[in-house]
């Protein structure tokens, strides 16, 4: 990710009752994100054994996942935003289940760190602060001192042409 010029001030991460809630977890190595709250179900960390492989599908996409007597696709999500991939012989993955409308889906994290809080003028525009393929899935960036946080658009991830193997049938 390139770093905007003329930076703003850092935002400010609250963990008190102030702002909207946000589902912090890290991408890849260098990487931040949070997605809001209203689109997370839940946060699981399954075995790898879990996820079974499915032939002919996009690279970004692990396999599927019995969860809840529902069947989910889990996604690689850094891999599909084009970011460092996760390890492929992870011994357990990091999910956040979200749900866009009637249709769910297993978000493949490197971390997840929780909750947090902000107050939606902290997002900013994404346009000169990161690459031009991660702007059709974010809402904005928040700036922090030394590391930007991707405020990332669930709808869009859910929506993505690069999942429509996955999601055509039940869109």
């Known amino acids: 990710m390139n770093s905007s ?6 935002a400010q991460i609250s963990t ?3 702002g909207e809630p946000y589902l912090k977890f890290r991408l890849d190595p260098h990487t931040w994100a949070v997605l ?28 599927l996942l019995n969860w809840r007597s529902r069947v ?9 935003l084009q970011l460092q ?10 999910l956040a289940i979200v749900r866009v409308g ?7 994290v490197q971390q997840v ?5 902000l107050a939606p003028d902290t997002i900013q525009s994404p346009i000169g602060t990161v690459t031009s393929g991660l702007i059709p899935f974010l809402q904005g ?8 946080l991707l405020a990332l658009d669930a709808e869009a991830i859910v929506r993505s042409p690069s999942l429509n193997p996955i999601t055509a049938a039940r869109l």
Do not use: F
């Open 16 to 18: 008190s009752g102030s």
């Open 102 to 108: 009637e249709l769910p889906l297993a978000l493949a």
């Open 5 to 10: 010029p003329a930076s703003p001030p850092a």
């Open 113 to 117: 760190e929780g909750v947090t809080r």
């Open 141 to 148: 960036c928040i700036l922090q001192q030394q590391e930007i």
């Open 36 to 63: 809001a709250m209203e689109y997370a179900q839940e946060v699981l960390v399954l075995s790898a054994q879990r996820i079974t492989p499915m032939p002919n599908m996009p690279p970004a996409v692990l396999g």
């Open 85 to 94: 991939p996760l390890e492929a012989n992870v011994q357990k993955y990091n």
């Open 72 to 80: 989910l696709w889990v996604v690689d999500l850094a891999h599909m």
